[in-house]
């Protein structure tokens, strides 16, 4: 009796499953997208007018946010996160379940002029609206967001469908991996990326009015500040990837390690400057 019961449940979930096994059945993993979904707008523009560029990438439900470039005279990081996107791009599996926002060059004045602060002389990295921010300092800004530049993250940030579940912002030149946010979900992501990386993890405390102060102080997002060194800017492109490219696909891929990718080859488009 009861195997004739179960020869005919296991004919029944056949006929369901569009005459399959029974052992085929809600058995098959997601398939990581064949395309990209992607797309570039402009979030802002500068104090003379340059775009800010924010480039997304996949549509899943986790977020995750590179700035780079805050700093102008700091421009390693805006190579290396816009070859992260063209690698990406490469590698859909990469993305799967994703939603990566990349803004490459978040200080353009500052990048073309290698100055560290905008064209109003302010610490574009001081003057977002944190609970520590102060005006005591003249590069921080007379009050918090009053600089296009940083309006233009702060609209992006708060556009989100939901909190991004990490961001990293990439700077030079105090060569660590440092971080903000909840320690037991930060610490082990900030040790990730500094075996990536082979840079240590350095504690350097929360800047007044920074990003890892407002995302990774106030509202407690995972904020990962990674300090290049100086002479990484006489870097080609390329070097840069070769010496960096893990970190920064451990940054998506976290708590996976990458595996093996396609590395579209570097051209003049990820160059700095100009």
Known sequence: ????????????LIALSGCRSATEINVTAPEPPQSVPESYSIIGRSLDGRGIECHKLGNGYEHIVFVA?????EPAGVPLSRQLGAVLKANPELLLNKTIIIVNNANPDGLAKGQRYNNN?????R????????????????????EPESRALFDLFRSLPRKPSRVITLH???VCIDYDGPEDITLPLAEALAEAA???VKKLGSRPGSLGSWLGVDQQ????????????TQLSDDELWQRYGDMMLTA?????KPGPRQVPRSSKRFRTGN
Not at 121 to 125: C, E, H, Q, S, T
Not at 225 to 232: A, G, H, I, P
Not at 252 to 256: E, G, L
Request: aromatic residues 8%; glycine residues 8%; positive net charge.
């Open 252 to 256: 998506v891929t976290y708590p996976r």
């Open 1 to 12: 009796m009861l195997r004739t019961l179960g020869l005919f449940v296991t004919a029944a």
């Open 121 to 125: 002389g302010i610490d574009l990295n």
């Open 172 to 174: 030079q030149p105090l």
């Open 127 to 146: 003057n977002f609206p944190a609970r520590n921010h102060t005006t005591k300092r003249d590069r921080h800004g007379e009050r918090p967001l009053s």
């Open 221 to 232: 997002i995972p904020t990962i500040t990674v300090e290049f060194y100086k002479s990484d």
């Open 69 to 73: 470039g805050i700093h102008g005279s």
């Open 198 to 200: 082979n840079l240590p």
